[in-house]
């Protein structure tokens, strides 16, 4: 019997993020909810051991299989071997990959989350979730919190998390125009800007869908100016959910390329993916239900 692992696409619906500290690394505030699309990862017991990717973002990723240490997924394994004294090279996976790659959506480090969920499954049910998330953290900051997949509050430099039961289910559209915006490069682009802040807002006065996205409204995305610099075609994704017109809110995602459109209801939201595709097809479009 095959086992099948969620890997949910991560959206910031907003991301407040202040100066590069001494350290290098740049304080954030975000509030992370996790969608009903993503990547999928399947163990299959009786597989040949090792990972393979399918999928319609599977060839991008074949270069880092053959670099060792290159696919997040191979070192979050390695990581959890480190820290059990297992060895997960014996398992059998097979990643689809549906998501864009360098898209703002945490799908690496989704992947690797799902890959470990998968290796306790498999060789240590019992193993406590705190050696998940201390395996993730090779995966970046989005690690810990795509081992849990739960909306959640993000601070410091991502890794500490608040979860956020209260937030409802939002209706949404991801759009991602075809570039990639690698978070590196939006991060140069953005001290060489100079703005934004790490502040936390106060909560919303209420946690109901609508009242949730007027208060969204008053949030922001730092890295969204310098991320355009890079990538203009990302300020066309921007305009072309905002000219659609049912949207009620449309931002950024992370450090890109992916935008985000939030809408009334499921049905205004499958109009929206519908009438984007068709305006966009090369463009990667999906409605998304989030939290």
């Known amino acids: ?27 954030l505030c975000s509030l992370v909810a996790f969608a009903d699309v993503g990547d999928t990862l399947t163990l299959d017991p009786d597989g040949q051991f090792g990972l393979s990717i399918v999928g319609p973002f599977a060839e991008a990723l074949t270069g880092e299989l053959e670099r060792q240490g290159g696919n997040l997924v191979l070192r979050a394994l390695t990581a959890f071997d480190t820290l059990t004294g297992l060895d997960s090279r014996r ?29 306790r499954r498999a060789l240590a ?51 991602n125009p075809g570039v990639p915006s690698p978070t590196g490069a939006v991060y140069g682009a953005y001290d060489r800007l100079g703005a934004g802040g790490s502040d936390r807002p106060a909560d919303p006065a209420s946690w109901d ?52 459109g939030l809408y009334e209801d499921a049905a205004a939201a499958a109009h929206a993916a519908e009438a984007l595709t068709g305006a966009h097809p090369d463009w990667w479009v999906r409605p998304a239900r989030l939290g």
């Open 1 to 27: 019997m095959q086992w099948v692992e969620a890997a949910p696409a991560k959206v910031n619906l907003f991301l407040h993020v202040g100066p590069v500290e001494a350290d290098g690394y740049h304080p």
């Open 125 to 175: 049910p019992d193993l406590a979730d705190q050696v998940l998330l201390n395996a993730s953290r090779v995966a970046g900051a989005d690690g810990p919190m795509c081992v849990r997949s739960q909306a959640a509050w993000a601070e410091g430099r991502g890794e500490v998390l608040t979860p956020e039961p209260r937030l409802p289910t939002l209706h949404a559209v991801l759009v």
């Open 91 to 119: 398992l059998s996976l097979t990643l689809d990959k549906r998501l864009p790659l360098a898209a703002g959506l945490g799908g690496g480090s989704a992947d690797a989350a799902a890959a470990l969920r998968l290796a």
């Open 209 to 260: 869908a609508e009242s949730i996205i007027d208060w969204l409204a008053g949030q922001r995305n730092d890295l969204e100016a310098p991320a355009l610099l890079n990538a203009p075609a990302i300020g066309t994704a921007l305009e072309a959910v905002r000219a659609e017109g049912q949207a009620r809110l449309v931002r950024m995602s992370g450090s890109g390329a992916t935008v985000f």
